[in-house]
């Protein structure tokens, strides 16, 4: 991997981890075209995964910060309960992470049958999106914990690669009857713990020798972590503003036409 195409692979990852078009499914298709794959491919993941949660904790920082002080009172009030439901929405995640992740990536593979899953996967995202943009259920103020494990269940859907992360947990908030504005933040705020669970297995794997690292170089991980870092500040921010209009449909059609483009591709 050169330092370019680690330029536009941590553009990708940054801009599509908050947008709800599959940050997995995009990363996917550009490591193919690419041809990065394995062990650099590892490497350069974890990098990139690592970039964008520090971009979650700099665009939501007032919210991280307000959730600490309100722990810290130890008692319960409204920013444990938030936390709490964090916690909830980790669990599901959290056991397909460590018990059925790998089953997931050695069943589906590499090459053509991977950009097969990644179109079906975007199309579901597509549909998902579109069908949250027309219901119109009623909105609750405050997220239940009820509803905290339900789009924790929509997070660890989105395992599947092509399925969009942010995507199917807005979209299923949405339908839950849950406000837009609370939404895009809650989001953002329970992929932290998952993602830096994830980027520490991998590490952990590395270091007993399990799966070892590639020989990627360190200018393409700085150019890559830098690039997935800025990109996913200005998504993120972004991406608040646009769920707050409910303007979620476009990309909706966005994802049903990548879905459509990588379904021909894959079978060509």
């Not at 370019?4 to 996917?28: C, D, F, K, N, R």
Request: charge should be positive; glycine fraction near 10%.
């Amino acid at each position: 991997m050169d330092w370019l195409q680690a330029l536009v692979l941590g553009i990708i990852q940054g801009l599509t981890e908050y947008l709800p078009v599959s940050s997995s499914g995009h990363l996917a298709i550009g490591s193919a075209l690419f041809g990065v794959q394995g062990e650099d491919n590892l490497t350069f993941t974890v990098m990139v995964h690592v970039a964008t949660v520090l971009s979650t904790l700099v665009i939501l920082w007032k919210e991280i910060d307000w959730i600490l002080k309100g722990l810290f009172k130890f008692e319960m009030n409204a920013e444990t309960k938030y936390f709490l439901n964090i916690v909830v929405s980790m669990i599901p995640v959290g056991i397909v992470g460590v018990f059925f992740k790998a089953y997931v990536k050695e069943i589906f593979g590499s090459g053509r049958l991977l950009m097969l899953i990644v179109g079906c996967c975007l199309l579901l995202t597509a549909a998902l999106l579109t069908f949250s943009y027309f219901a119109k259920p009623r909105q609750r103020e405050n997220i239940s914990m009820k509803d905290a494990f339900i789009i924790g269940l929509a997070q660890a859907a989105a395992v599947l690669p092509g399925l969009s992360r942010s995507g199917s947990t807005i979209a299923t908030g949405i339908l839950l009857g849950n406000k837009k504005e609370k939404l895009a933040q809650f989001s953002f705020l329970m992929v932290i713990p998952p993602i830096l669970g994830e980027a520490l297995l991998d590490v952990l794997k590395a270091v007993k020798g399990a799966e070892a690292f590639g020989d990627i170089e360190t200018l393409p991980l700085i150019v890559g972590f830098v690039a997935a870092f800025v990109s996913g500040c200005i998504a993120c921010k972004w991406m608040i503003n646009i769920v707050k209009r409910g303007k979620l449909v476009w990309f909706g059609v966005y994802c049903a036409i990548a879905g459509a483009v990588t379904i021909a591709c894959s079978l060509l």
